[in-house]
């Protein structure tokens, strides 16, 4: 049975900061790995997806890694802003399904 | 092109009455996936459909959830009768094979 989990659950940085997101899964039979944010009462924004035959994925501030084999992944946040304060979740796709993290919540302080 | 779209985005009910939800997937998106998130955790699966048919629905209580996905496109979950428990915000989601999710605003049910 694939479990997902996110280190660390809460973290809170000063602005400028650059910051590492840890996800981890048992299973390495996965299709793929994606990143989303959730802003608090709001649904699921797709930040990055992974392939499983990918080794990582770059959009903007954000670089996200996947390692199969150690069944781990992370999530860069290159110079922290206080609009990145939200929810991050990681996910992974495999024959049984998506399987989510229970996410870190992140606080960038001004 | 158009995100997956949900209604209403706020519902407030008493305990044991009624409550439904729309959900209307990406076109093309054959996967449609309803989910219960409550507060400080992660989604959790409801029920999950291919087209018009249940591919999952392990995790759907039944006795007092349904969802039904007519023609392959827009879905609906009701729950009858609603308990205090059911208080969270319900996701839509869908998806085109293994290209991953998108996921509508979500629905924020309270029950009173």
New interface residues.
């Given amino acids: 049975k694939q479990e997902?989990t996110q280190i660390p659950a809460a973290l809170s940085v000063p602005e400028g900061e650059n910051l590492v997101l840890n996800c981890s899964f048992t299973d390495s039979a996965i299709?793929?790995l994606?990143w989303?944010r959730q802003d608090p009462?709001?649904?699921?924004?797709?930040l990055l997806?992974i392939?499983s035959s990918q080794r990582e994925q770059t959009s903007g501030r954000l670089n996200a890694s996947l390692d199969k084999s150690s069944g781990r992944s992370t999530l860069y946040i290159a110079a922290s802003q206080p609009g990145d304060s939200a929810t991050y979740?990681c996910?992974v796709?495999g024959t049984y399904?998506?399987i989510?993290?229970?996410?870190t919540r992140l606080k960038v302080l001004a | 092109e158009a995100g997956v779209a949900q209604s209403p985005r706020y519902k407030i009910i008493e305990k044991r009455q009624s409550v439904a939800f729309w959900c209307n997937p990406i076109s093309g998106h054959a996967t449609l996936y309803w989910y219960q998130q409550i507060l400080g955790q992660g989604p959790k699966l409801l029920i999950q459909f291919q087209n018009n048919g249940v591919v999952d629905d392990s995790q759907l209580p039944k006795d007092r959830f349904s969802a039904e996905r007519l023609k392959g496109v827009d879905s609906t979950l009701k729950i009858q009768p609603a308990k205090l428990e059911d208080s969270a915000v319900y996701l839509c989601a869908s998806s085109l094979e293994q290209d991953g999710y998108t996921f509508g605003s979500g629905t924020r049910l309270t029950v009173v």
Wanted: charged share 10%.
């Fill in positions: 997902v299709y793929n994606q989303f009462g709001k649904g699921l924004t797709s997806l392939q979740l996910a796709q399904k998506y989510f993290g229970t996410g």
